[in-house]
């Protein structure tokens, strides 16, 4: 397992931008999935998007277009660009590192290691 820790999470109005950090403690290439989850209250924790170390990348059909994940291995980061921020995205952001070697997934169980979570808020 890695430790993880998410960073720039803040309040933002409809249609602006916020861009969230997760870094690890240890080497992050060698982590074949990584992705963001969120979390509003009352509500399931819900998958957002994923990146393998192949280099590919997938995204929930409601951020898709305005979402962008990217990883930078040399500095052992995880990033989550958010673009056209609706206030049905606030939630609690969470990063997290994927089980297995070979295979992304959307589900939760599927991840191992999450961070602690960044809290995005998205007003009208």
């Known amino acids: 397992q890695v430790h993880l820790v998410e960073s720039g999470g803040g309040s933002v109005q409809a249609g602006g931008s916020l861009g969230l950090s997760c870094a690890a403690s240890?080497?992050?290439?060698?982590?074949?999935?990584m992705g963001w989850f969120r979390q509003a209250p009352g509500k399931e924790r819900e998958w957002v998007t994923y990146s393998t170390s192949a280099g590919t990348t997938n995204y929930a059909a409601s951020v898709k277009g305005r979402f962008t994940i990217s990883r930078d291995n040399a500095k052992n980061t995880l990033y989550l660009r958010m673009n056209s921020l609706k206030p049905e995205d606030t939630a609690m952001y969470y990063c997290?590192?994927?089980?297995?070697?070979?295979?992304?997934?959307?589900?939760?169980?599927?991840?191992?290691?999450w961070g602690q979570g960044t809290q995005v808020t998205v007003s009208t």
């Open positions: 997290a590192a994927g089980r297995s070697s070979w295979e992304c997934w959307t589900n939760s169980a599927d991840f191992d290691s």
């Open positions: 240890g080497n992050i290439y060698s982590i074949y999935c």
